[in-house]
């Protein structure tokens, strides 16, 4: 069956950076595209990142353009989302998602899903 597992979270100082990475296994991990969701107790799951299956096109919420890059090396089927200059209020469990829907923006286009990993960004 499909499995996903994050990993590459933890505590950070404001600034600083960490790079979470995404195991897939169980599928044709080429053929789909992929996202990273992130999610606090106080708010709903909210896209964070999204690339193509070819890595031609990626998608970033307006909070982390230009600080988070995903990438992903089809051959080792790992999807990477690279965090520089952390604040605060990124602190969030990270999940990533396989696309199968329309939309990359919306977690319902979205249908396997990692069990998460932590993101704490301290002050």
């Known amino acids: 069956q499909v499995q996903l597992v994050e990993s590459g979270g933890g505590l950070v100082q404001a600034g600083g950076s960490l790079r979470l990475s995404c195991a897939a296994s169980?599928?044709?991990?080429?053929?789909?595209?992929m996202g990273w969701f992130r999610q606090t107790p106080e708010k709903e799951r909210e896209f964070v990142a999204a690339i193509s299956w070819n890595s031609a096109n990626t998608y970033f919420a307006d909070s982390v353009k230009g600080r988070f890059t995903i990438s992903r090396d089809n051959a080792k089927n790992t999807v990477f989302l690279q965090m520089n200059r952390l604040k605060p209020e990124d602190t969030a469990v990270y999940f990533c998602a396989r696309k199968s829907g329309a939309y990359y923006r919306d977690a319902v286009s979205y249908d396997y899903w990692g069990q998460g990993t932590q993101v704490t960004v301290s002050s």
């Open positions: 169980g599928l044709t991990f080429n053929l789909y595209s």
